[in-house]
C-alpha cells in the first residue's frame, strides 16, 4: 500500500467537489483506492509508504471518450471544411497512410506522447482499418501502462478503396486483435478482478461507411465476445439526412445502429450527439448509451452546439472527447473549458436552463466518463488510482484557495505543471517518442 499526501480534489457528486487540504489518499498494491482522509490516523496504514507532494493539488486523471489516433498528423489543419468533404479530402488520405506500419508507429507514438503529457491516462480511441497498426497501438499503450479501448474500424462503403475492406475481412481482423488483447486469458493473478487496461472496442466508422451486412457483423462480434462498441451519432445535419436516406427503414440514427445490437446491447458510446433529440433520446437513455461530447470538433466543423445541459438533466451518460483532427486540441482540460462556453452560448439563447458551472463539467470529465472503464474517474474507495499530481507554483497559488487554483489550472495552466501521472495506482513514465 502506498499513502499520498497533497491537497485533494475530487467530484462524487457533479454538484460540489469534494476537497481536502492537506490531505491522504491511500492505494492499495492492485492499484485501488482503499481510502481518502483529512487526518493519516483515520486510515488503516500500517507500514505503508507515505509519498508527500507538499503543496501540490492531486485530481483525478483526464480520460479522452473520442479520439482518432490516426488523424494526429492532420491536427490543427484543414479546419475550413464541414464533416463530410473534410473526410473525403483530409480524413481519408491520411488514415490510408497507416497501412504502412512504420509510419503507423512513429505516429502513434507521438500521438500518445501528446496524450501522456496533457495527463490523459485513458481513451476511447478509433485506429484505422489496418488490422496490423491497430495491434501496433495496442501494444504501445500496454507498454505505457495506459487504458485505452482501441477500435479497428469498420468500413465498406462510401469510402476509398484503400480504406474498404470486405465483411469476412473485417471479422477476422477483430477476431485477431480480440485473441490476443481481449478475454480472461489476459488477467494476471494480481488483477484478476480488474479487466485488461487495453482492450478491443468494436468500431463501426459510422452508418454512411458501413453497409447493413458490415453492422450486422459488427453487432455480432459486440455479443458474441461482449465489447464495447462506439461510433459517431447525429453529428451534422446533411449527415443525419444521408443516413435516413441509407436507412429508411430506422426510425432515427440511433435506431439505425440500434436495429444492428450497436446501441447499448454492449457498453457503448456515441460520439457528438449534437442534434439528438425525440425518439432517439428516449432510446439512449432507455439503453444507457453514453455521449461522447466533442465541443471543438463541433465548432470546427460547423456541426452545431450539443445540448449538454439538457442532456445532462435527462439523465445521459456523458464524456468528454477532442476527436481530433475534427478538433485540434488533445489537452482534455482545455475541453472542460470549452464545454462550459458551449453551454453559455445555450444559456444566451434560452434562459430557461443554467449553463454548466466547474464541477458539473469535472464530474462529467472524470467520473461520469470513467464509468464507461469499471471504477474509475474518483478517489472513492474502491475507484482505480488515476491521478495527476499539479504543481501550480508558478500561478501564484498563495493568493487564492484550493478550488480557484483548480480552476486557474484548468483556464491557464498545461502539461508543464503536471508533474506526476498514475494509472491504476502505477506511476506512469514519460513515453518515448522519435
Ligand atoms: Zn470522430
Keep these: 500500500m502506498k499513502i499520498y499526501k497533497a491537497h485533494i480534489l475530487f467530484t462524487k457528486e457533479k454538484d460540489r ?21 483529512k487526518n493519516l490516523d483515520e486510515l488503516d496504514c500500517d507500514g505503508a509508504e507515505i509519498v508527500d507532494y507538499g503543496d501540490k493539488l492531486l485530481i483525478p486523471a483526464m480520460n479522452d471518450m473520442h479520439v482518432h489516433a490516426p488523424q494526429v498528423h492532420n491536427q490543427g489543419v484543414a479546419m475550413d471544411l464541414e464533416l463530410l468533404p473534410w473526410l473525403q479530402n483530409y480524413t481519408f488520405p491520411e488514415e490510408s497512410k497507416y497501412a504502412d506500419v512504420e509510419y503507423a508507429e512513429r505516429m502513434y507514438r507521438r500521438f500518445m506522447h501528446t496524450q501522456w503529457l496533457f495527463g490523459t491516462m485513458r481513451s476511447v480511441v478509433f485506429g484505422t482499418v489496418h488490422t496490423e497498426s491497430t495491434r501496433i497501438l495496442m501494444k504501445l499503450y500496454q507498454e505505457a501502462g495506459m487504458g485505452a479501448l482501441v477500435g479497428k474500424v469498420a468500413m465498406n462503403r462510401n469510402c476509398p478503396d484503400a480504406l474498404c475492406e470486405d465483411v469476412d475481412a473485417a471479422v477476422e481482423g477483430n477476431e485477431k ?3 490476443e488483447f481481449g478475454g480472461d486469458s489476459h488477467l494476471s493473478p494480481l488483477t484478476s478482478h480488474l479487466s485488461p487496461l487495453v482492450r478491443p472496442i468494436i468500431t463501426p466508422r459510422f452508418v454512411p461507411s458501413c453497409t447493413p451486412e458490415l453492422l450486422k457483423a459488427c453487432g455480432e462480434l459486440a455479443n458474441k465476445y461482449q465489447l464495447p462498441v462506439q461510433s459517431h451519432l447525429s453529428e ?6 444521408w443516413v435516413a436516406e441509407l436507412e429508411p427503414e430506422s426510425k432515427s440514427y440511433g435506431d439505425a445502429y440500434n436495429r444492428y445490437g450497436l446501441f447499448g446491447q454492449t457498453p457503448t458510446i456515441m460520439a457528438h450527439c449534437v442534434w439528438t433529440k425525440g ?3 428516449e432510446l439512449m437513455k432507455r439503453n444507457g448509451v453514453m455521449v461522447a461530447h466533442c465541443p471543438t470538433s463541433n465548432f470546427n466543423l460547423s456541426s452545431g452546439m450539443a445540448p449538454i445541459r439538457s442532456l445532462l438533466d435527462e439523465g445521459v451518460r456523458i464524456g468528454l472527447g477532442s476527436d481530433i483532427s475534427g478538433g485540434h486540441d488533445l489537452n482534455m482540460f482545455r475541453m472542460l473549458v470549452y464545454a462550459i462556453q458551449v453551454s453559455k452560448m445555450h444559456y444566451q439563447l434560452n434562459h430557461d436552463k443554467a449553463f454548466l458551472n466547474l464541477s458539473e463539467i469535472f464530474w462529467i470529465a472524470t467520473k461520469s466518463a470513467g464509468s464507461f472503464f469499471g471504477k474509475v474517474g474518483s478517489f472513492e474507495p474502491g475507484y482505480e488510482f488515476d491521478a495527476l499530481v499539479i504543481d501550480d507554483s508558478v500561478l501564484y497559488p498563495a493568493e487564492y484557495s484550493l478550488l480557484h487554483r483548480l480552476e486557474r489550472f484548468i483556464y491557464v495552466g498545461d502539461d508543464r505543471q503536471i508533474v506526476h501521472r498514475f494509472c491504476r495506482g502505477k506511476e506512469v513514465p514519460e513515453p518515448k517518442v522519435d
Excluded: H, K, M
Excluded at 17 to 29: I, K, L, P, S, T
Design 17 to 37: 467537489f469534494e476537497v481536502y487540504e492537506n490531505g491522504y489518499v491511500a492505494v492499495g498494491d492492485d492499484g485501488r483506492v482503499t481510502g481518502v482522509a
Design 177 to 179: 486483435l480480440i485473441a
Design 236 to 241: 451534422n445535419v446533411s449527415e443525419i439526412a
Design 279 to 281: 425518439e432517439e433520446l
